[in-house]
Every structure is written in C-alpha cells, then in structure tokens.
C-alpha cells in the first residue's frame, strides 16, 4: 500500500460509511460458520478495507470520527446507517446497572445484618472453649504425670461449670439478641469490650503456652484454678459490658426536640449518654410509637384559595402606553382588595371544613351504631337458631359492613385519610371488634383521630430508609446544642440536643412556733 491509500479524509470516511447500507455478522449455535453480508456498491477495495477497519474500533473512537465528519458535512444524520442487533437475553444498559445496584445493595446489607452477630458468635465460642481447652489438653498430653486430683479439686471442677453455664446465659441475654436496626457505625463500647476479651483470651493462651504446656506442670489442681481466674475475669468484663451498654444510658441527661419538617409535628424526649447513631435509633423507635401517620394530603394548599392568590398578582404596563379609562388602575386596586381577604378566605374555608367534617361524622357515628344493633340482632337470632345456621365472625363483618361503607369512605376522604384505611383492614378491624364484643365508639375511635405510625401498615409508613445527617462524628456523644436530624423519603426529622440542667436545691428551716397565732375573742366580736 501507498501512502496515498491511507490520506482518507473525514468526508470521504463518512460517505464511505454511509455507502455501506447492511453490515452484519452472524454465526449458528455451534460457533462454526460465520457470515458476511454486504452491499454491491461499486466501492474502491482500498477504501473499503479501509472503512471496515476503522469500524471495527472501539465506540469511543468511532463516535469521535462521526461527530468530527459532522462538522465537514452537515447531511451526516441522515446518510448514516446504524446496525443494531437484538437477542432473547439482551437488557439495556439501565437495567445491567440496576440489577447490579441491586444486588451490591442486598449482599452490603446482608454482610452489615450479620456480620456483628457472626463475630460474637466466634469470640463467644473461643471465650467458653478456652477454660475447658485449658482442662483438657493436661490430661490429654500428659496424662501420666499428673498428680491426683482430690476433693477440693473436683470442687473447682463444679464451680467452672456453673460459672461456665451463667456466663453462656449472660452472654446470650445481652448480646445475641437480634439486632434492631443498621447503624451507619460500628458501637465503640461494643469494639471496645470485643478488643478487651481478646486481648484476655490471648495473654491467658500465652501465659497457659508458657507455663504450662512448655513446662508439661504436674499440678492439676493449679491447672484448674487457672481456669477458675480466667473465668472470674470473663464474668467481670461481662458486668463491665452491662454498665457501658445498659446502665450508663438510664439515667436522662439530655432532652431531645424532634420536629417533622411537613407539618412541625414536635416531640420531647430525655435520654442518657449515649452516642449520636444510638440516640438517633432511640428517636426513630420514638417516632413509630408517639408521632400520628404522616399525612401529605393535609399539607396541600386548598385550589380555590391558591387560585385566588394567582388572580391577586400586579398588573404591569411594559410597553408604557396609557390606557383608556383608568382600566390598570382598577385592577390593581381589585387585586390590592382580593389579597388584603385572603386569610377571611382562609378563615371561613377552615370554618367550612369543619362543619363538613362534624356532619360527615355524624353520618358515620349513626351508622355504625344501627350496624352494631343489627349484629345483637343476628346474635339474638343465632341463639335460637340451630348450630348449622349460625354465622361466622368473618361473615358477620361482611355483612354489616356496606351499610356503614358510604358514610365511612365520604368521612375518609373529608379528613383525607382515605389512603391510610384500606377495606380489608378496615373488614379486619371490625371482625376484631365484634370478636371481642366492643362497643361503636371502640370501633370509630381508630377512624375518628389519627393513631400512631405503628398501628398502621408498613406499606403506609412511606420511609423505608432513613439517612442520618450530622456534622459531628456520629460515633460521639450527644452535647449541649448538638443538631442532626434524620432524613427519609418525603420528610425529615430535625433534632436539638438541650442538656438538663444542674438543680441545686436548699433546705430552709421553718420554726413550727411561728406558724402560731393567737384569737382573742369579745364581747363585741360578732361571729
């Protein structure tokens, strides 16, 4: 080849790749034949070559090459021919990427769930197998030379095993419980208590290595009171772990303020010294049980009074000319008026509301209670009946509930709480209440006010996963005006750390004589 075959210039590689109408190449299923489809264009070989070579790049360089060949030629979108290919297994570049999200998230999550409980489950296990390793080996290796073991002996072999068996419970009631929650950062008390029974274990290995199976001691009865100390040791960081983990938080040092950032839901709280990603976990647990469901229907603004805030906008002369009549004017001033109204708007739109919401429950008070008449009815009835007709629980609730299905749906959406209750629960709460005999009231007092986020379904809760936020180190301690809050979906939660205060009290001495007094009564006194 010359060089002159290789002076292509961009144009000509552009309407060279243009020329080239079908390019495919396709092999069967045993990977033996392969097919070339071209175009008999009438094509110079040196170019052709050429082309198909460059073609054959990587997308990179090939996409580089076309955007560049645009710029010389403005008509190369559309003499371009794209080739692409299809298959059965083929996904998209967005779903390769979500798939393999998905599944590092569901492993890292996994890994952080089990992890810590796998790790205390080996330390746990080296901890209780190293006093009966320290028995055994002795008595394995050596056997012949050590001396009997008497009565004072065997009872040390009883107290390891008791020692041994409320160690085992202790352990399990205080750390292999099932984990509450993911914290973003490993508990330093925990590491701390891990590294400090490690660091037990081994120098008692170490000193047992040196003293003992070096030396091959004769002394069984030193051998067991050795495994005696190590498990007295063992007990006392166990009683190190319930004062750093359980005792330190009870007593309140701080008062919390957790404020929702939608609505301003505001809750107080006191805990103890705990850390920022712990006293975040304490507030969550809070949260479910003491804040009512989030509700984003109630924060929408009405439309008619939104509307009427649009209409209420200046009006504007851009160009400047005057306006027969005096009409700008008038409807600056009309605007001016419109928006000085707004809150009697508001005010009389609250007012109307309200009165739809006492004559929507109403409707819904009476109609439950002829429903829970009609039941005492059916269950007068089934007395009498015989015991194939009577009616179950289930069928009971059925059967009631479209009598009172209206007026509860219509006072639903007048709260906007009509996706909080869904009928199947709604069915499952009244086959509960007539179950366990309750009254009308017992049944609507769920409907009537707003319960906690944890009486409702998870599917409701509208927060999965919640981000804490903080610019302190959340592995530190809570202090006086610490700040973080805690973010999920649709909302968060801003938290103000406050310290209670020191209160000094005194003792004043009160004479009993001085409370006395004298009544000098006469004559003239009238009583």
């Known amino acids: 080849m010359t060089d002159g075959m290789f002076a292509v210039n961009l144009k000509g590689f552009s309407q060279c790749i243009s020329s080239l109408s079908v390019f495919v190449c396709s092999r069967d299923r045993k990977w033996n034949k392969t097919t070339i489809y071209t175009n008999q264009s009438n094509i110079p070989p040196q170019r052709l070559f050429l082309s198909f070579s460059i073609f054959c790049f990587r997308s990179l360089p090939l996409s580089l090459f076309l955007h ?26 967005e779903e390769v990427v979500g798939l393999g999200k998905r599944s590092e998230d569901g492993l890292g999550q996994g890994c952080r769930r089990y992890a810590p409980l796998a790790l205390g489950l080996c330390v746990g296990l080296l901890v209780l197998a190293t006093p009966l390793a320290f028995l055994v080996l002795p008595a394995v290796l050596w056997p012949a030379r050590l001396q009997a073991c008497g009565s004072a002996c065997e009872g040390l072999f009883l107290s390891v095993s008791c020692k041994l068996l409320i160690l085992l419970l202790a352990v399990w009631a205080i750390f292999l419980r099932q984990a509450r929650a993911s914290l973003p ?36 009865q030193g051998i067991v009171q050795f495994a005696v100390s190590l498990v007295d040791s063992l007990l006392f960081v166990h009683y190190l772990a319930i004062v750093l983990l359980e005792l330190r938080q009870l007593q309140p040092c701080y008062s919390l303020c957790v404020i929702r950032s939608t609505d301003g839901e505001t809750r107080y709280y006191n805990l103890g010294q705990l850390s920022i990603q712990r006293a975040a976990l304490s507030l969550l647990e809070f949260y479910y049980r003491d804040f009512p469901l989030h509700n984003p229907a109630l924060l929408s603004a009405s439309k008619h009074r939104a509307a009427k805030h649009l ?15 005096g009409q700008p004017r008038a409807m600056i001033s009309a605007a001016a008026r419109r928006r000085d109204a707004t809150h009697n708007e508001l005010y009389y739109e609250e007012a109307d509301h309200d009165r739809r919401v006492r004559k929507r429950r109403a409707r819904l008070v ?18 009498k009946a015989s015991p194939g ?36 629960s709604i069915q499952r709460h009244l086959a509960f209440c007539l179950t366990h005999n309750m009254s009308p009231k017992a049944f609507l007092e769920a409907y009537l006010s707003p319960g906690p986020t944890l009486q409702y379904g998870r599917e409701r809760w509208m927060a999965g996963q919640w981000t804490l936020v903080s610019e302190a180190a959340v592995t530190s301690g809570l202090k006086e005006d610490t700040v973080f809050s805690l973010r999920c979906l649709d909302f968060s939660l801003a938290v103000t750390v406050k310290s209670i205060p020191y209160i000094e009290m005194t003792e004043e001495y009160v004479d009993p004589k001085s409370h006395k007094f004298t009544l000098s009564l006469q004559s003239e006194t009238s009583v």
């Open 68 to 93: 560049l060949s645009s710029l010389d030629d403005d008509n190369w979108g559309e003499t371009t021919t794209a080739v692409t290919g299809t298959s059965e297994l083929s996904l998209s570049q």
């Open 185 to 220: 950062r490993v508990c330093v008390y925990r590491a701390l208590l891990a590294m400090l029974t490690l660091l037990l274990t081994i120098s008692y290995w170490l000193f047992y290595g040196v003293r003992i199976l070096d030396s091959q001691d004769e002394d069984y």
């Open 311 to 325: 209409a209420g906008l200046k009006v504007y002369t851009v160009d400047g000319g005057s306006q027969v009549g």
């Open 366 to 383: 009476v109609a439950v209670e002829e429903a829970f008449m009609h039941v005492r009815r059916m269950q007068q009835e089934e007395q």
């Open 389 to 424: 007709d009577v009616m179950d629980v289930r069928e009971a609730a059925l059967a009631i509930f479209p009598s009172m299905a209206r007026a509860l749906q219509k006072y639903l959406r007048t709260t906007r709480r009509q996706h909080c209750h869904s009928m199947d």
